[in-house]
């Protein structure tokens, strides 16, 4: 059986109107994949190794936020307003 390890990654501030932060629980973040899509599924913004992400230019609505790498494997959706 294949099993993951789901580790909570925490996004704040949420909502937000410029920049998030990313907390990964003290995990190394060099080499994960961020990605943010919106309500369609369409990848509006990329990353990798980033604790903050600047989203000032989002249209406001609602996002999902993928990480992805090493032993992190997690979605957070977030606000920009």
Known sequence: AFATTKTL???????SSSLININYQG??????QVLVVDLLGKQVLKATGQTSL???NLKNGLYTILV???DI?????FIKN
Not at 9 to 15: G, K, M, Q, R
Not at 27 to 32: A, P
């Open 27 to 32: 995990k190394d973040v060099s080499d994960l």
């Open 54 to 56: 600047d989203v000032s």
């Open 73 to 77: 494997q997690d979605r957070v959706k």
């Open 9 to 15: 990654v925490l996004i704040y501030p949420n909502p």
């Open 68 to 70: 992805n790498g090493n």
